[in-house]
């Protein structure tokens, strides 16, 4: 029998009250449908939640609706919501708690978000894919090599985790091209937490827009996805010897190498004359 009385509702809520969470009844959730967009489902979801944190919205210690009415207040599958929690989680926005739910446990980051947005070249796809990669190759190099001097073994287990459920995907055809993406992103978002360098996680939250761009064209790449998983596992082989410039040297080839399959496909699929 499930608990629908009145005094069950009282005691959910008085429970909430003193755990210090903010609970959401649906009538109150600010959480609507996510809007369309170029980016893979989940990368959506991890924006659209982001923006509820930046608009004020949601705030740290507000409780998120429970995994099934969440799922359907976003109009996503629960499984896409569950890689992008996992994605929120390790950028540090949000807390999964087993038993008792999901809470938002940071702020907002739109004054960072707008300023590297607006740094970058809007009229020349070209120059901006360039910037992008470069300051990847800045944040995400030293994310590496720290994570390689710092990550637990909590963290080294997790990445280990996510590469062995994309070389689960990997082995289906055709590839489920969202789920890798959701598996990529969480993969960079959890090593950047590994780094534990606070700045550098705002940072990439920051920048989690423009990385779910590149990343949905990179993946449509063939084979593309198969060669990331072979680079990430070599990168995670640095991490979890602790050789902190073999992680930074995995980071910027494998990087560079996914650089250079966006430029190849936008030479590829260029008209002549342009």
Known sequence: MTDGTSGGRKS??????????????????????????????DTRVVTYIRDLIEAGSLSPGDRLPAERD??????????????????????GLVD????RGVFITAGSTRATAERLTLALPVNDSAQRLHDLFEIRRVLEGAAAEWAAERATEAQIAEL???????????????????????????FHATLAAASANRILVQLMVALVDELGVSRGRSLSIPGRP???????????????????SAARRAMLQHLNDVERSIISLDLATRAPGQ
Do not use: C, M, N
């Open 12 to 41: 959910r809520r008085a429970a909430a009250s003193a755990s210090g969470a903010t609970p959401f009844s649906p009538s109150a959730s600010p959480v609507r449908p996510v809007p369309d967009s170029p980016q893979s489902l």
């Open 70 to 91: 969440l799922a359907a207040q976003l109009g996503v599958s629960r499984t896409v919501l569950r890689e992008a929690l996992h994605t929120l989680a390790a950028f």
């Open 96 to 99: 999964l708690q087993h038993g």
């Open 160 to 186: 280990r985790a996510i590469v062995r459920e994309a070389d689960a995907i990997y082995a289906h055809e055709p590839l489920d091209v969202a789920a890798a993406g959701a598996l990529d992103a969480r």
């Open 226 to 244: 198969q060669k990331s998983a072979q680079q990430h596992e070599r990168l995670l082989d640095a991490i979890a010897a602790h050789d902190a």
